[in-house]
């Protein structure tokens, strides 16, 4: 958690990396709704930029444009201005086709509500993106029953979603985020559905992934278990950034419940 | 800000991308249907609107033809029996007398014809019955017409003059009695004044009124086809819209997954071709048994299927097929547009 390696990346007092090696960069994106005569802004204007390897956890009240900066960063949503960098590509520039192999080979999504295809088995969920990768079914196969081990689902390769517990489902939603071995994670609201001890197994779990794989991962929650993991936490408000805090400045003191 | 560089050996220039995998034709068909047998219970909703909507459509164009032809046997039926009555009434009882029924080469109205063949024989006279014999062929052998108490004159436009055939056969008949179909009579000419001529059938006017009747009665059938055109066409389209919108947030999480459009777009129209075509078929089926089944609660069964006309029925199906899978495409194809092009933030927003 405490690198002192990776802090003298950061150079400006934000935090911010001044180094264009920064897995996702935004420019002064804004997002604005027009609501008849009124025009809302989710977001008023966020620069901000996340180093290789880093989990950042984006935090914030509902309705400080945590979200909507999360769909931003990730290629979900477009801005009504300014500019989002992935691997130093604006991706404003891309067509749909590169959008779509950004979003097969470069990042992996994980959502609240976990978002499997009902219609298939959780094999089946965690192959498909590995089919829009180009793999053949036997190299997708067996990729896919070493990273559902890895999770810890081993048993449950031939399970449909609706024979899986929330905490499992996330798993698999977890280990198909990972099926192509992408540099950026997204998450949203990962543990927004799930109980207090599976929520932190989960936690743990894109933690592992993290300092394993050294991908990136970005995180939109409320969830204050993911303060321990980050190496960073964004606090939004308002739709702008309120405050960015490094994970050793950040005091925290756990309790536990008398059982 | 530090300055824009493009960066070490894994440059990520969108020119440097790669492709993104696009399943074949075949392995998304496959999906497809694997996708509609998984979801069964929703697929089962989507083809029972399309199987109804088809299903009234062709029992409206299956019953009206059944309607055609059975009032077309009810017409030839009327005909015979006044047919009947004109013999009967001309030369009396039809046991032991004998009637001859000439045919000119091309033979009009067969069905009417074979019928009133079949009434006479069973009318009483049996055996007596000769013909339907060929108009060239009596030159050479008149004695058919020997003792023949009627003649029965098949054709449309009789001769208005009458050959020295047609004396010489005259001549050998025992009472002669000239028996037109069709509304030309023969002319008389001198020498055939001991030679009665009638019709056979009622007047035009009255005929053309029966049908007049029959037509009105089809124009009122053709209204309900086409108000089932509408409701089929409106049942699926329905079917299909509902099957696509709610597969939105599916749909959005196959374009974070890396999904191109057009794959999104082939496997939903492909989806919904399967659906439309199998609803078609099922509906098809349906419609002619209820059809079928309506109509042999008054008529009988063995009526109505004899009625029925292979070819129109062949043909009416074929429409319904077409009918039931561009409907199905075309529905699905606008919100299938929609959600390929969608951002995923917006697709996945949706609430099933």
Request: a negative charge; charged letters at 20%.
């Amino acid at each position: 958690m405490n690198n002192p390696q990776r802090l003298g990346e950061f150079a400006d007092g934000l935090g911010n990396s001044t180094e264009m090696d920064d897995a996702v960069r935004t420019a002064g994106v804004v997002k604005e709704y027009v609501m008849g005569p009124v025009t809302v802004a989710a977001l008023a204007g966020v620069d901000v930029a996340i180093g290789r390897g880093e989990y950042l956890s984006i935090m914030g009240p509902s309705g400080s444009g945590k979200t909507t900066l999360f769909n931003m960063m990730g290629g979900l949503d477009k801005p009504t201005r300014g500019k989002v960098f992935v691997d130093a590509v604006d991706i404003a520039e891309l067509n749909p086709v590169e959008l779509a192999w950004l979003r097969c080979r470069k990042i992996g999504y994980i959502f609240q509500t976990f978002n499997l295809i009902g219609t298939m088995t959780a094999l089946e969920n965690v192959m498909l993106p590995m089919s829009f990768a180009g793999m053949t079914s036997e190299e997708a196969l067996d990729r896919g029953v070493e990273i559902l081990a890895r999770v810890g689902l081993g048993e449950r390769c031939k399970h449909k979603p609706t024979q899986l517990s929330g905490g499992q489902q996330q798993r698999v939603a977890i280990a198909r985020a990972f099926a192509n071995e992408p540099a950026i994670i997204l998450a949203d609201e990962p543990t927004g559905n799930l109980d207090l001890k599976t929520g932190q197994e989960i936690i743990s779990l894109l933690k592992e992934m993290n300092r394993e794989s050294g991908v990136t991962v970005i995180s939109a929650t409320h969830d204050h278990k993911m303060l321990d993991v980050s190496d960073r936490i964004v606090w939004m408000a308002d739709g702008r950034i309120d405050h960015i805090e490094r994970r050793e400045d950040v005091d925290i003191q756990v309790g536990s419940i008398e059982q | 800000m530090a300055e824009i560089r493009s960066t070490s050996e894994n440059s990520r220039h969108p020119a440097a991308f790669g492709k993104v995998h696009a399943p074949t034709l075949g392995e998304s068909l496959r999906m497809t249907v694997t996708d509609v047998r998984n979801r069964l219970g929703r697929s089962v909703v989507t083809l029972g609107g399309i199987v109804l909507g088809i299903a009234f459509l062709m029992s409206t164009l299956v019953s009206s033809d059944i309607r055609a032809s059975l009032a077309e046997v009810s017409l030839r039926h009327l005909k015979v029996k006044n047919m009947v009555a004109v013999v009967r009434a001309e030369i009396g009882k039809l046991e032991s007398k004998r009637v001859v029924i000439l045919v000119p080469q091309v033979v009009r109205d067969e069905l009417l014809l074979d019928d009133f063949a079949t009434e006479l024989r069973a009318g009483g006279l049996g055996e007596g019955l000769v013909g339907p014999v060929p108009m060239d062929q009596l030159g050479g052998q008149p004695r058919h017409v020997d003792d023949a108490s009627a003649l029965v004159v098949w054709m449309a436009d009789p001769p208005a003059v009458l050959s020295a055939d047609w004396k010489l056969l005259l001549a050998r008949m025992r009472q002669p009695v000239v028996l037109v179909y069709g509304d030309g009579l023969l002319f008389d000419s001198p020498g055939l004044a001991e030679v009665r001529v009638r019709r056979l059938l009622p007047p035009l006017d009255q005929q053309a009124a029966h049908q007049a009747e029959i037509d009105a009665r089809q124009r009122r059938g053709w209204w309900l086809v086409g108000v089932s055109l509408v409701v089929a066409t409106m049942g699926i389209a329905n079917a299909l819209l509902m099957n696509v919108t709610e597969r939105y947030r599916e749909i959005g999480t196959m374009k974070c997954l890396g999904a191109l459009n057009s794959f999104i777009m082939r496997l939903i129209l492909l989806e919904s071709s399967f659906l439309g075509l199998l609803g078609a078929i099922l509906g098809i089926v349906l419609g002619v048994l209820f059809a079928v089944g309506a109509y042999s609660g008054t008529y009988g069964r063995q009526v109505v299927l004899e009625a029925m006309d292979g070819g129109s029925v062949a043909w009416a199906a074929g429409a319904c097929m077409v009918l039931g899978w561009m409907v199905a495409v075309l529905a699905a194809i606008y919100p299938a547009h929609v959600a390929a092009h969608m951002v995923p933030a917006d697709a996945l927003r949706t609430e099933v």
